[in-house]
Structure formats: structure tokens, C-alpha cells
């Protein structure tokens, strides 16, 4: 673990909110230094878990905070998964609350104090996102969700859920922000694991993130591991974070596909696999492959346009 040089920062503690920030970067570039910058100077700790970027960004966010005690970073040698980046991450903190955040998120201002009244409020809320949002404004999915179960996975994969407006409880979409932005706290099944603020004990009773994932589904085995424990999940509307969804993982899409797909697989056997028939489960799987090869196929397919029109040029 390196710690950045002593804060020169005359800021008192008691400021600073009882937070411990743990961001997992891998080659985000200046989005690390952006996001780092939005928060800074209202939690008790950052802790940033590189997983063997790169890329510039370590160096780019040492020299933009070359003075701050409170920014903790643990540089793997290999590029770990982010469960397990979660996890180190997670070790290495010290505060009663723990928010993960993405490289390439930048939360609004008050976003975090917001929050942190929202799990402060009830002894029984273990866990509380917010809004992601668009460089264009529109809300991003994940961040209010239903658990994709293999029937409400189906009807989204069948279409069904069109017919969600006659029969809801039978056809249900899981994709909660296509939905009317509710106007106050709701329960929710599972938020994003881009932007969640969780309680230290409730993270501590499902001991952690789940390492099995590398990329992908871990953060809905997260949230199902708190409902199980009786832990409530809340999102709260009028916290805003901005998003620019995809910054790690755009220069490897195959690769983060299949990672994508297997995370869906072991999440469905974890989970559901001797609640549902059989059938409607190798219709799930059968799907998730299929929807593996058709992501194949369409990257391939550009790829080869690219370097086509390359040779033309």
C-alpha cells in the first residue's frame, strides 16, 4: 500500500463525513483524477485499488493530490476482477460506512451527506444508491432494479415484458428506471455497483463481495446476500451521480462480454438453479450463450469494418 504524502489541508476531521471511499481503477485515465477531485474533501478516507493499469492515471492523480494522507493506494500486479479489488479495498478502510464508486463516476455536491442520512436514519438499512446519470441527463439503468430471476429474465429476453401494462405482476420488466422517477426513498431489490454506500456490519455479515465474479453480476449477488440477511436496500432519487458508463471497458468489449455472460451464469446456478424447472433453466442459459454470440459476432463484424475501411483509406 502506498499513502500519499501528508494532507497540508487545515480542514478539521469532524468535517469530514464518516465515509471511506473505495474506487477500483483499471486504465480509467483522467476520469480517476475527476472523480477523486469530487470528493476529496468530504470523506474521511479514499481508498483507490489499482488493478495493474497502464495507463496514466495513477500518475496523473499523484500529481493532482501530491499532499493527501487521506488517499490510500494498493496497486495489484495483476488485474484482479473488481470483486476481489472490493474486497482489498475494502480491508484496507477504517470508516463505519464504505461507498464504492466508480473511476468514472462524479457525484453531485451534498450526494454523499444525503446518502449517509439515508442509512443513518434506520438501523435496518444496510445499503443505498442513487441515481446514475448521462452526460446527456437521461438516468442510466442499474441503479433501481428488481433481481433479473430466470422468469423475469425471460420475459425481457421474449419481449413479454411489452405486455407488463395489462398483467405487471406476470410480465414484470426489471428495468425499474424506464419507470416513473418516484418522488420520495423507495425499497428496492438491488442498486448499482457503480455508486453504493453500504454499512460496514452488513457488509461484514455476507462477508464481502463475492470473488467468483471478475466483471459483472457481482454487485446483484451483493444485494441479494443483504435481502437474504435481512438487510434493506434503498434508492434515493434525488441523489445524483454522473456516469460515463463503459470508460474501463471499451477497449475490450469481447473480453468484457464474456465476463459479462459468465457472471450471469453463475449467478443464475448460485441463486436459482433448484428453484426453477429444469427446462426454464437451460432456456436461461441457452440464452445467455446466444446473447454471448451475438455480441461476438456484431464486435467481430465491426472490427473487420474498421480495418476494411482502414485498407481503403
Not at 179 to 187: F, M, Q, R, S, T
Request: with cysteine; aromatic share 12%; glycine share 8%.
Amino acid at each position: 500500500m502506498i499513502t500519499l504524502q501528508k494532507d497540508s489541508s487545515n480542514q478539521c476531521d469532524d468535517a469530514r463525513l464518516p465515509v471511506s471511499v473505495i474506487i477500483v481503477n483499471y486504465n480509467a485515465g483522467s476520469f480517476l483524477t475527476a472523480c477523486v477531485s469530487a470528493i476529496a474533501g468530504e470523506v474521511e478516507e479514499i481508498v483507490i485499488v489499482d488493478n495493474a493499469s497502464t495507463d496514466a492515471s495513477i500518475t496523473t492523480l499523484a500529481s493532482r493530490f501530491p499532499a493527501q494522507s487521506r488517499i490510500k493506494l494498493i496497486q495489484n500486479t495483476a488485474n484482479l476482477g473488481f470483486a476481489a479489488a472490493c474486497n482489498i479495498g475494502f480491508r484496507a478502510s477504517t470508516a463505519p460506512y464504505i461507498l464504492f464508486l466508480n473511476p468514472d463516476c462524479e457525484p453531485q455536491k451534498q450526494s454523499l451527506q444525503r446518502m449517509l442520512s439515508v442509512l443513518e436514519s434506520d438501523p435496518g438499512f444496510g445499503m443505498v444508491g442513487g441515481q446514475l446519470i448521462n452526460p446527456d441527463g437521461t438516468e442510466q439503468g442499474g441503479a433501481r432494479r428488481d433481481i433479473p430471476t430466470p422468469w423475469r429474465a425471460f420475459v425481457r429476453a421474449s419481449g413479454l415484458y411489452r405486455l407488463e401494462k395489462f398483467w405487471p405482476k406476470l410480465f414484470p420488466d426489471f428495468h425499474l428506471h424506464k419507470k416513473p422517477l418516484p418522488d420520495k426513498l423507495v425499497e428496492v431489490e438491488a442498486t448499482s455497483g457503480a455508486m453504493m454506500l453500504v454499512r460496514r456490519e452488513a457488509l461484514e455479515a455476507v462477508d464481502g463481495w463475492d470473488e467468483g465474479y471478475f466483471l459483472h453480476c457481482e454487485d446483484l449477488d451483493l444485494c441479494m446476500r443483504f435481502r437474504q440477511k435481512g438487510w434493506k436496500i434503498l434508492f434515493a432519487p434525488d441523489v445524483q451521480v454522473l456516469h460515463y458508463k463503459g470508460v474501463c471497458s471499451q477497449p475490450r468489449p469481447i473480453f468484457v462480454a464474456w465476463h459479462k455472460h459468465r457472471g450471469m451464469m453463475l449467478f443464475y446456478r448460485k441463486f436459482f438453479h433448484d428453484q426453477y424447472p429444469r427446462v426454464l433453466m437451460w432456456l436461461i442459459f441457452g440464452g445467455v450463450w446466444m446473447r454471448f454470440a451475438a455480441v461476438v459476432t456484431f464486435h467481430s463484424i465491426s472490427y473487420l469494418g474498421s480495418l476494411a475501411r482502414l485498407r481503403r483509406g
